[in-house]
């Protein structure tokens, strides 16, 4: 192999998007990252990895040191979309993201895939609660994602009935304020808009226009043009 070919990849640009549950971030980064030809990490789907590992194996969830074994476990595990996006896995990804020893664990592969993204991608996109703060404080762009909870929580109802979840609206409802407070007060790594993110508020804003706007912000601060660009009505 050439000195070449061993030389760390540049990193050529990272996008952090941040927001509570259900805001459209999730659906935006998928977006982002097709139209300027980047790798996408969801790392909501790392934390409910954990949470759905100890689920299966009946592991207390309050117990920091079982827990964080569950990290370990992930790369071996198979867990179906349905699961990883079930209510009860939200839940406990929430009580297992408060905990330091688990972040701690989880915060050099999404470093690492910022800065090496894989399949020869020229950068990354991540989205989660606490990329733009702690894990790519140095993103080349960010957002912060929201929208009324009220909103939020008709999303997922939409979303978790067309998988099947029987589930009110009014248990999304609280389950959403319910995360979203463990979230924002948690000590370690909570959900907020860092300084320098740009915000977008979905509340009234649909999706295509949401990324309309995004990619404007990107492109404009980067000089870029986008290879999939995005339909024009
Ligand atoms: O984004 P999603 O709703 O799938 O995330 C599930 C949970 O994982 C969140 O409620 C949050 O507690 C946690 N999480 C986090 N930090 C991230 C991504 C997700 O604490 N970067």
Do not use: W
Request: proline residues 4%; contains cysteine.
């Amino acid at each position: 192999m050439s000195n070449e070919a061993k030389a760390p990849k540049a990193r050529k640009l990272v996008i952090a998007l941040d927001g509570p549950a259900a805001s459209g971030k999730g659906t935006l980064a998928r977006k982002l990252a097709q139209a300027f030809d980047l790798a996408h990490l969801d790392t909501g789907a790392l934390y409910r990895a954990v949470a759905a590992i100890v689920l299966r194996a009946g592991i207390n969830e309050t117990d920091e040191d079982a827990v964080v074994l569950a990290v370990g476990q992930i790369g071996a595990t198979k867990i179906e979309e349905n699961e990883l996006r079930s209510t009860a896995v939200g839940r406990v990804a929430s009580v297992v993201a408060a905990m330091p020893k688990v972040r701690a664990a989880l915060l050099d592969y999404q470093r690492n895939f910022a800065a090496s993204p894989p399949d020869d991608k020229e950068g990354a996109v991540l989205d989660g609660r606490d990329i733009g703060t702690v894990v790519c404080p140095a993103a080349d762009v960010k957002f912060f994602v929201t929208a009324s909870v009220e909103e939020r929580a008709r999303r997922r109802h939409a979303e978790l009935q067309s998988r099947g979840e029987r589930i009110t609206y009014e248990a999304v409802l609280a389950e959403l304020r319910d995360r979203d407070a463990r979230d924002c007060n948690r000590a370690q790594a909570p959900l907020r808009q860092a300084e320098d993110a740009v915000l977008l508020d979905t509340t009234e804003l649909d999706i295509e226009t949401a990324f309309r706007q995004a990619v404007d912000i990107i492109a404009r601060r980067k000089g870029l043009g986008v290879s999939a660009s995005p339909a024009r009505p």
